[in-house]
């Protein structure tokens, strides 16, 4: 009955005496089941939170709430009396409640037409049963969303309370319910306390015990008689310097307008020495840039506060050594740093950045008109001569283009030329190439061919050599038969001889006959005497 208001008991709950909060003693660590419910403190809200607050969580834990409804006695009163009935009729829809007073004593009627027949008996109000927070007296039905934490008061000992996220049904005249905490805010106050958030980029600080000490990116808490000062960024900041007026080294006021940027980088050091960081570097900075004023005349203002463009030889872009802004502009910036980044981060553990100079003009107006005169002249002259200095180089320009176009014309004609020079000697090259592959086909051919011819002469000649051996063979096996025929009678004897010496007369022209030879010339082996064969046949 006492969690879901929509429903009608059959019966009256019975109401239980207030039950007065206690603080949970818990650990950094520790997960219980506590007299509610259970605990987990590895929730991803729960677990940041420092450890002196885990001991005040409270989490949803059911307590019986008396819910009236309407009865049979009610009815029966209402016919002995209608008219007194009628004004103590309450209607209470479903979806809501009733909150009443009986006395002293704080109820709640559930959905239905109820009499509230007691003289004492009144109502207070109807209610949204999804209502967030509902309080009743001691009776408190707190509901707390997920991400959020509910802060309560036990006023009778004055504890703290951080309800969890869930329905929270209090019944104690003594707990005291104050807000939703928003977690995403830097400071919290929690009664005394207070829960500070600090983020990264940031520090806090505070004095515990009368010191100074820097509360590091995360949640913290701060009990009295400890104190919490503030949060400082220790990123880099941009303070805006106030427009001044300084005069120069020849009392002329000039006008500045600047901007200092610097970075927290010893908090400790910061705030032991300087009570008002941003009000000490804004008076310091002043000062400083006033001091540089003061020591430089108008005519170097005027002289070097414009934006010269320098490019070297060969036309191209600025030098890395030009400056690229105006050169007193710088001498303010080196002259600045110099003096104050030495100082400002030793002694204060501040680090100076830079300065940067929005607007610098002449605060006297006669002076100002005067020189913005002798300025309009001295750019008519700039003007001009930039002019002058312009039509040099449009005449530089064009003479330079008549002469690449001439350069680019004789290209052209030498690579006309050079191309049919070349395709001259590539054809007649072809043509050659060409002739000399007939040339040496010819030749290839004519070599052949007589190589041919001569195989075949070879050839014939072994032929023939091999028919004359042969003719040979066959004619001295001829002769040596004849002459072995012709041994055998004597007629073959002299025949061979006569063929002796007609061999040896061969190629002879003329013989002479000498007939008184002596006759050892004719017993010789080499003549033969002439007999008459007659003569010999008769002897």
Same mark, same amino acid.
């Given at each position: 009955?006492?969690? /879901?208001?929509?429903?009608?008991?059959?019966?009256?709950?019975?109401?239980? =005496?207030?039950?007065?909060?206690?603080?949970?003693?818990?650990?950094?660590? $520790?997960?219980?089941?506590?007299?509610?419910?259970?605990?987990?403190?590895?929730?991803?809200?729960?677990?940041?939170?420092?450890?002196?607050?885990?001991?005040?969580?409270?989490?949803?834990?059911?307590?019986?709430?008396?819910?009236?409804?309407?009865?049979?006695?009610?009815?029966?009163?209402?016919?002995?009396?209608?008219?007194?009935?009628?004004?103590?009729?309450?209607?209470?829809?479903?979806?809501?409640?009733?909150?009443?007073? !009986?006395?002293?004593?704080?109820?709640?009627?559930?959905?239905?037409?109820?009499?509230?027949?007691?003289?004492?008996?009144?109502?207070?109000?109807?209610?949204?049963?999804?209502?967030?927070?509902?309080?009743?007296?001691?009776?408190?039905?707190?509901?707390?969303?997920?991400?959020?934490?509910?802060?309560?008061? *036990?006023?009778?000992?004055?504890?703290? #309370?951080?309800?969890?996220? &869930?329905?929270?049904?209090?019944?104690?005249?003594?707990?005291?319910?104050?807000?939703?905490?928003?977690?995403?805010?830097? +400071?919290?106050?929690?009664?005394?306390?207070?829960?500070?958030? +600090?983020?990264? &980029?940031?520090?806090?600080?505070?004095?515990?015990? &009368?010191?100074?000490?820097?509360?590091?990116?995360?949640?913290?808490? #701060?009990?009295?008689?400890?104190?919490?000062? =503030?949060?400082?960024?220790?990123?880099?900041?941009?303070? /805006?310097?106030?427009?001044?007026? !300084?005069?120069?080294?020849?009392? +002329?006021?000039?006008?500045?307008?600047?901007?200092?940027?610097?970075?927290? +980088?010893?908090? %400790?050091?910061?705030?032991?020495?300087?009570? $008002?960081?941003?009000?000490?570097?804004?008076?310091?900075?002043?000062?400083?840039?006033?001091?540089?004023?003061?020591?430089?005349?108008?005519?170097?203002?005027?002289?070097?506060? @414009?934006?010269?463009?320098?490019?070297?030889?060969?036309?191209?872009?600025?030098?890395?050594?030009?400056? =690229?802004?105006?050169?007193?502009?710088?001498?303010?910036?080196?002259?600045?740093? /110099?003096?104050?980044?030495? !100082?400002?981060?030793?002694?204060?553990?501040?680090?100076?950045? /830079?300065?940067?100079?929005?607007?610098? @003009?002449?605060?006297?107006? @006669?002076?100002?008109?005067?020189?913005?005169?002798?300025?309009?002249?001295?750019?008519?002259?700039?003007?001009?001569?930039?002019?002058?200095?312009?039509?040099? *180089?449009?005449?530089?320009?064009?003479?330079?283009?008549?002469?690449?176009?001439?350069?680019?014309?004789?290209?052209?004609?030498?690579?006309?030329?050079?191309?049919?020079?070349?395709?001259?000697?590539?054809?007649?090259? %072809?043509?050659?190439?060409?002739?000399?592959?007939?040339?040496?086909?010819?030749?290839?051919?004519?070599?052949?061919? %007589?190589?041919?011819?001569?195989?075949?002469?070879?050839?014939?000649?072994?032929?023939?050599?091999?028919?004359?051996?042969?003719? @040979?063979?066959?004619?001295?096996?001829?002769?040596?038969?004849?002459?072995?025929?012709?041994?055998?009678?004597?007629?073959?004897? $002299?025949?061979?001889?006569?063929?002796?010496?007609?061999?040896?007369?061969?190629?002879?022209?003329?013989?002479?006959?000498?007939?008184?030879?002596?006759?050892?010339?004719?017993?010789?082996?080499?003549?033969?005497?002439?007999?008459?064969?007659?003569?010999?046949?008769?002897?």
């Amino acid at each position: 009955g006492g969690k /879901n208001y929509g429903s009608i008991p059959s019966e009256k709950m019975e109401i239980k =005496s207030a039950v007065a909060y206690q603080p949970i003693a818990l650990g950094e660590d $520790d997960v219980k089941i506590t007299k509610g419910g259970k605990m987990n403190l590895n929730d991803q809200i729960l677990s940041q939170l420092p450890a002196e607050l885990k001991r005040y969580l409270r989490f949803p834990a059911e307590q019986p709430i008396n819910i009236e409804h309407s009865s049979g006695v009610d009815s029966l009163f209402c016919c002995i009396c209608p008219c007194y009935a009628l004004c103590k009729m309450v209607l209470v829809r479903q979806g809501e409640i009733g909150l009443t007073w !009986h006395g002293d004593e704080a109820k709640i009627i559930g959905p239905g037409r109820h009499f509230l027949m007691g003289c004492t008996h009144s109502l207070e109000g109807v209610r949204e049963i999804s209502d967030p927070v509902i309080l009743h007296g001691p009776l408190k039905i707190i509901r707390i969303r997920v991400g959020e934490l509910g802060f309560g008061i *036990e006023t009778e000992h004055g504890f703290p #309370v951080l309800l969890t996220a &869930g329905k929270h049904v209090i019944n104690s005249p003594t707990f005291k319910y104050e807000r939703t905490l928003d977690l995403s805010k830097s +400071v919290n106050q929690l009664g005394n306390l207070k829960l500070i958030r +600090v983020e990264t &980029g940031c520090v806090g600080y505070a004095y515990r015990a &009368g010191k100074l000490v820097i509360l590091q990116p995360g949640l913290h808490v #701060v009990t009295p008689p400890d104190r919490f000062g =503030s949060i400082i960024s220790t990123q880099q900041q941009t303070l /805006n310097l106030p427009q001044g007026v !300084h005069e120069s080294s020849d009392y +002329v006021p000039l006008k500045i307008k600047a901007d200092v940027f610097y970075r927290i +980088v010893d908090p %400790k050091k910061a705030l032991a020495n300087i009570k $008002d960081v941003r009000n000490q570097i804004l008076e310091t900075a002043v000062s400083t840039l006033a001091g540089i004023v003061r020591s430089s005349t108008l005519n170097e203002i005027a002289n070097s506060s @414009k934006v010269t463009y320098a490019k070297d030889s060969k036309g191209g872009e600025a030098k890395k050594d030009q400056p =690229s802004a105006p050169p007193f502009f710088e001498h303010v910036h080196d002259q600045f740093i /110099n003096k104050l980044h030495d !100082h400002m981060l030793n002694d204060w553990g501040i680090e100076l950045h /830079n300065i940067r100079i929005e607007s610098l @003009k002449i605060d006297d107006y @006669k002076l100002a008109k005067d020189i913005s005169m002798q300025a309009v002249q001295v750019s008519q002259q700039e003007a001009k001569y930039r002019m002058l200095q312009k039509q040099a *180089e449009v005449i530089q320009v064009e003479a330079n283009n008549r002469k690449t176009q001439r350069l680019k014309e004789m290209e052209a004609t030498n690579m006309i030329i050079r191309s049919k020079a070349e395709a001259e000697a590539a054809a007649q090259l %072809k043509a050659t190439e060409a002739k000399n592959m007939i040339i040496k086909s010819t030749a290839e051919a004519e070599a052949h061919a %007589k190589f041919l011819i001569a195989q075949a002469e070879a050839k014939s000649t072994i032929e023939k050599a091999k028919a004359a051996k042969q003719a @040979k063979e066959l004619a001295g096996e001829g002769e040596a038969k004849y002459a072995e025929l012709l041994s055998d009678s004597k007629l073959g004897t $002299d025949l061979a001889k006569l063929r002796v010496k007609a061999d040896m007369m061969t190629g002879l022209k003329q013989v002479a006959y000498v007939p008184h030879l002596p006759d050892v010339l004719q017993r010789t082996a080499f003549t033969t005497p002439l007999n008459d064969p007659l003569s010999d046949s008769k002897k």
